[in-house]
């Protein structure tokens, strides 16, 4: 029998999706699981998108262009006019979700052997498009006690080889939620123009920004025109993950053309999922100010819940729709395998995704797990009533 790759075999798990088959017994054994592991928002994805596709007479669905769809770019344009960010259409390359946006920004930026750097915890899965593109990540670890807050520009500095070619974060951040401040990213900006290396910015959840504070968009940073790359999506502004629609903007033509050669070769992003994306951008404002209050009220559900719990370190996030919380337990994934397996109350179970896959660094994250506050406040109570009991009777509590 032939044998599959070792690439393939020693690739990076997600902690996000891993529990999954755990999870899928869990309900077949007739047991509710609340998914509260995964950034799948239980808002209703807008009316608009499903409109458009139903009144569309397609005759044939045809490839699209390799950049995506010149009248969906375009829209775009206007739409970061909101955000004070002037481009062209000519800066946006649509792509198939954000997560193809930062593995063609790692292939046409960086070589095999380069470094990259990113705070610690991260989004998981960017260890596996580094791990395609044979590209090193140096982390950075920020801490709950700060509430993760963006390293110092002295800490990146230390980071700094001669193999660094670029910097990555998420603003706001997943797994953390927090909301980077305009002067910190002013900061990184500097340091990236005098070190001459790209900063890639997943900006995904700019929407959804808490308590008066604003979003600054690394789009904006003077003189770094040449240096930065955002990363976008549609799938939790619009609650449409299944789309698969995301894009690159940046100002830095050689970015461009390097991306396009990527996107030549997978031809097209989904052509209908530009369709729908379009037509949500035809809609006012009123959807995203509707969800962005939602989530906050779900963020306070959480973050009251969690702290009123006996042994829970917890923090108030600033943004997106995740709390990274340290739990009075010995492991993270053996904990969150044991709220599938062997634990129930009044037969309904939480299903969290284990903190230590959102580090490079080994032994962090082992105590922590990320909550994502996707679900209506009904069933968060319900989940957190779920994971009060748990930590009562886990036999690996400490």
Not at 31 to 47: E, S
Not at 142 to 147: A, M, R
Not at 184 to 190: I, K, S, V
Not at 249 to 263: C, D
Request: charged share 25%; net charge negative; proline share 4%.
């Amino acid at each position: 029998m032939p044998e599959v790759s070792n690439r393939v075999k020693s690739a990076y798990q997600s902690p996000i999706r891993k529990l999954v088959p755990f999870a899928n017994q869990a309900k077949a054994n007739g047991k509710k699981v609340y998914h509260l592991n995964i950034g799948q928002p239980d808002l209703p994805t807008p009316a608009a998108a499903f409109e458009k596709i139903r009144n569309t007479d397609f005759k044939v669905l045809e490839y699209g262009p390799s950049a995506g769809n010149s009248s969906y770019r375009e829209k775009l344009v206007h739409y970061y006019k909101r955000f004070d960010v002037e481009i062209h259409s000519n800066n946006i390359m649509v792509t198939t979700g954000a997560s193809e946006a930062v593995l063609f920004l790692i292939l046409s930026c960086l070589d095999k052997g380069d470094e990259m750097i990113i705070p610690e915890p991260f989004y998981a899965n960017y260890i596996g498009f580094s791990e395609i593109g044979d590209v090193k990540i140096k982390s950075i670890t920020s801490t709950i006690e700060t509430g993760f807050a963006l390293p110092s520009v002295e800490e990146f500095e230390k980071k700094i080889t001669l193999k660094t070619k670029a910097i990555l974060i998420c603003n706001p951040n997943n797994p953390t939620g927090c909301l980077y401040s305009k002067e910190a990213l002013e900061e990184l900006g500097a340091l990236v123009k005098k070190h001459n290396l790209f900063l890639f910015v997943d900006e995904v959840y700019r929407e959804f920004c808490y308590d008066g504070q604003s979003f600054f968009s690394v789009m904006n940073l003077a003189g770094c025109e040449e240096n930065v790359a955002v990363v976008d999506s549609i799938s939790k502004r619009y609650s449409a993950c299944g789309a698969r629609i995301g894009a690159i903007i940046t100002r830095n033509n050689q970015i461009t053309n390097s991306i396009i050669k990527l996107g030549q070769f997978r031809l097209c992003a989904p052509v209908l999922g530009q369709f729908m994306a379009e037509a949500m951008l035809d809609e006012d404002d009123s959807y995203l100010s509707e969800a962005c209050e939602e989530y906050d009220r779900r963020r306070n559900v959480l973050y009251n819940r969690l702290n009123k719990m006996k042994g829970v370190t917890c923090y108030k996030p600033g943004g997106a729709f995740y709390i990274f919380t340290r739990l009075p337990i010995d492991d993270g994934d053996r904990f969150c395998q044991w709220l599938l397996e062997d634990f129930s109350h009044h037969n309904q179970t939480v299903m969290l995704s284990p903190g230590a896959g959102f580090y490079t660094t080994k032994g962090l994250g082992k105590n922590e797990v990320r909550i994502a506050y996707v679900l209506n406040e009904v069933d968060l109570n319900n989940a957190m009533d779920c994971l009060e009991v748990a930590l009562n009777v886990y036999p690996g509590r400490v």
